[in-house]
């Protein structure tokens, strides 16, 4: 098979038409090409995972990170965190240490009874930040914490976030939402010396000035107008505004700009310089302003429409967007500041910005994506979690 290039859209054409150009960033030649291919694989072209967990497979992924020593996934549905020492660079290539699970042939949510304070369940956004691993238990509304990379399977947190103790895993900690309490916390993100949480289920992200200990209450709030609060774009007629969420998923940005991907509103937010309170946004991506936040799955998507957008990640001067019911990730050359309705530069995932069918209504393929749900960017190279697939898939970027 051919490598897939990526289509650039010209922005002085139409945003439906597409060249078949290597796209040009910062004035040199580029390319996307898949590299390697973790998880389940079928010689038939059906991706499905074996019917017992192992090293090499993986079930419904939902979040990806790596940087130049690890990769690590959430094996979502195994409920489970792998990490590989080390970037792989051949396919089903086995992981080195399974969290979450005794071992890596076990799978149910907390750790099928044996231990909650080391079982997961559903756990979604991974990442390595101050050589602390990370991962947001979204089901037992916690991030777990383990202050060096854990170097054994079923390996014990260090300490939790949004929850008193390590044995407790119920939403809000079984009362109202507060300045401690979580519920369905899909992702987080260290930016600029603030640590974001994205609080899905109450439709808020909590901001802490440095990195959060065990039982420290968050500093701000963003998406409320206070901490007890957990209205669904703040109540208003449930119409979405500049600094309102209804399912918030995923942060990411540097010192230039901050991103959320709020998915239920099918949109991007993003806020100029530092963001340590509730203020206004200044751009939205996927609508046509802060007051929309409609879905069109039947309409020929385009450079600029977004389907519950759940995952975006910022790297130096480029933006990528898991547009995950379009089944695509899109890409912007240069970080947009302001404005509605910013159309893509590129994309990757299907043959144009038109298109938006699982895996291009085709059998899978390398360069082919369904329901992807986390991205990461690092030096040159782009980590999926192809959920529906069923597969972590690491792509060149050239």
Known sequence: MQDAVIKRVSLRKNVNETENLPLTINNSLFEAKPSVW????????ISLPDAKPSASQLYAPRGVFFNDDYLVAADSGNHRVLIWKGIPTEDQTPADIVLGQPDFETEGAKANGKSVERGLHLPTGVKIIENKLFVADS???RILVWNE????????PDYVIGQKNLSEV??????KCS???????YGFNYINGIFYIADTGNRRVLGFHGIPQQNQPADFVIGQDDFETNLENRGLDQKANAKSFRWVHDISGNEEMIYFADAGNHRILGWNGTL??????????????FEKNSEFPYIKQGASRLRFPYSLSVDKNVIAVADTANNRVLFWDGLPKSGFYQPADFVIGQPNFDENGENRWKM????TLCWVYGIHLHNNKLAIADSGNNRVMIWEII
């Open 149 to 156: 990379i854990p170097t054994e399977n079923f390996q014990k």
């Open 38 to 45: 973790l998880g389940a694989k079928s010689p038939f072209g």
């Open 179 to 185: 300045a401690e309490t979580l519920y369905w916390c």
């Open 364 to 367: 899978v393929d390398r360069d």
């Open 276 to 289: 340590d309170s509730d203020r206004d946004a200044e751009i939205v991506f996927g609508q046509e302003n």
């Open 170 to 175: 119920t939403e809000n900690q079984g009362g």
């Open 139 to 141: 089901w037992h509304h």
